[in-house]
């Protein structure tokens, strides 16, 4: 099974300047519970993004094109497809926009954060989702600032 988990703004926005628009500790808390024990595809931006190198408790494989390109903590793969194929569980396709774009067509479920906000100075954004090929199954919220709500979309058969 393969999933995607991204968090948006009102508008789809998802990053700026290479970062994420949002740390809101319920969105993290959900990100890591659906993830852990999992296998983590993610480009390399999104890689040298994180904090600490790679995500503890998860199998993270970082898809590049450069075949010297070191991750350490990560496995790598020259495609979405290769990764995929490279998880040992769970697949969750966790970002950038390049890598949303690529993984979208091989998810079977998506995961979105709905951040009740908009950034106007963000200059990456989620591609659109073909609303068409999934229904949502689950739908929660919680009380933050700014509020959330939690999607869960199933492909359709």
């Known amino acids: 099974m393969t999933h995607l988990i991204v968090a948006i703004d009102r508008k789809g926005a998802i990053g ?51 075949q010297s ?8 793969a020259n495609s979405i497809a290769e990764a995929v194929a490279m998880a040992s569980s769970e697949a969750f396709i966790i970002g950038g926009a390049e890598i949303y774009r690529q993984g979208l067509p091989l998810a079977d479920i998506l995961h979105i954060t709905v951040v009740d906000d908009e950034t106007s100075d963000a200059d ?14 689950a739908v929660s919220s919680a009380e933050t600032v700014p509020p959330v709500k939690f999607y869960t979309l199933k492909r359709l058969s």
């Open 124 to 137: 990456t954004f989620f591609p659109p989702i073909p609303f068409d090929s999934f229904r949502v199954t």
């Open 16 to 66: 700026r300047g290479g970062d994420q628009l949002y740390y809101i500790k319920e969105d993290l808390r959900h990100f890591k519970a659906l993830t852990m024990g999992n296998t983590i595809i993610m480009g390399r931006k999104t890689f040298e993004a994180l904090p600490k190198g790679a995500l503890p408790g998860r199998k993270n494989i970082v898809v590049t094109r450069n």
């Open 69 to 76: 390109y070191s991750a350490p903590g990560a496995e790598t």
